[in-house]
């Protein structure tokens, strides 16, 4: 019992939502075959923010790139995602940290969007 109660305790703070997109996007890079879910890197709220702008990041890998840059830019627009939360009970450490890290990083800089804008014209 006490081991069980170890590790929910130690697994609360962990972020396995980032820990997943990570891990998916890391696979996506060794696998040139493997396409890019950018969907459920989505899906992952503010953990998976950073690997979607890893995986914008790499406009050599074509339209999943591609993908990710706009995912990342349809965030950054939405302003659900931007907004303040307006009720303390829904306010949470994490995603404030990830909107703020999102935002404060320029989440494009390292991106060269030159480089989208031709893969758009083919």
Do not use: C
Request: charged residues 25%; without cysteine; aromatic residues 12%.
């Amino acid at each position: 019992m006490a081991l069980l109660f170890m590790v929910l305790y130690t697994v609360q703070f962990l972020d396995l939502g980032a820990i997943a997109a990570e891990y998916n996007v890391f696979q996506w890079e060794q696998e040139p075959t493997r396409q890019l879910d950018e969907d459920y890197l989505k899906s992952q709220g503010a953990s998976g923010w950073e690997a979607l702008r890893r995986a914008a990041a790499k406009p050599e890998r074509g339209a999943d790139s591609l993908k990710a840059f706009e995912a990342l830019t349809d965030i950054h627009s939405h302003t659900d995602a931007v907004k303040p939360v307006g009720n303390w009970r829904s306010w949470q450490a994490r995603r404030s940290w990830n909107l703020h890290h999102l935002l404060s990083r320029h989440w494009w800089s390292g991106i060269d969007t030159h480089d989208f804008k031709n893969l758009e014209s083919r």
